[in-house]
């Protein structure tokens, strides 16, 4: 068996190389802009809250217990969205860290 040709060898290396920044680009998304973090905070409470008052008001009238399980329900889907917006501001905040790590990497 011959030995591979270094020269080959180091071409692909290098091919391999580029492929990999080049993913590790595509990787980190940009910053996000203020009005896509107040669509997404708003649309996060709100979905939950909605829900959550659905579903209490659809347990009231199974149960016929109206509006204690409606009031219940409605303030568990707040705290959820609550909870909801919490996370979506650490995932945020994680984005804008890695878009400016990466700003400061290319400079």
């Given at each position: 068996?011959?030995?591979?040709?270094?020269?080959?060898?180091?071409?692909l290396?290098?091919?391999?190389?580029e492929?990999?920044?080049?993913?590790?680009q595509?990787?980190?998304?940009?910053?996000?802009?203020?009005?896509?973090?107040?669509?997404?905070?708003?649309?996060?409470?709100f979905?939950?809250?909605i829900?959550?008052?659905?579903?209490?008001?659809?347990?009231?009238?199974?149960?016929?217990?109206?509006?204690?399980l409606?009031?219940?329900?409605?303030?568990?889907?707040?705290?959820?969205?609550?909870?909801?917006?919490?996370?979506?501001?650490r995932?945020l905040?994680?984005?804008i860290?890695?878009?400016a790590?990466?700003?400061?990497?290319?400079?």
């Amino acid at each position: 068996m011959s030995e591979p040709d270094p020269r080959r060898l180091r071409d692909l290396g290098e091919k391999l190389d580029e492929i990999r920044r080049q993913e590790e680009q595509r990787k980190v998304q940009p910053p996000p802009t203020s009005a896509e973090v107040a669509f997404r905070f708003a649309t996060e409470l709100f979905a939950a809250t909605i829900v959550g008052g659905a579903m209490g008001w659809g347990l009231d009238w199974l149960f016929g217990t109206r509006p204690i399980l409606t009031v219940v329900m409605f303030l568990f889907g707040a705290a959820a969205g609550i909870r909801n917006v919490v996370r979506t501001s650490r995932e945020l905040n994680a984005r804008i860290a890695a878009a400016a790590a990466k700003d400061k990497k290319e400079s």
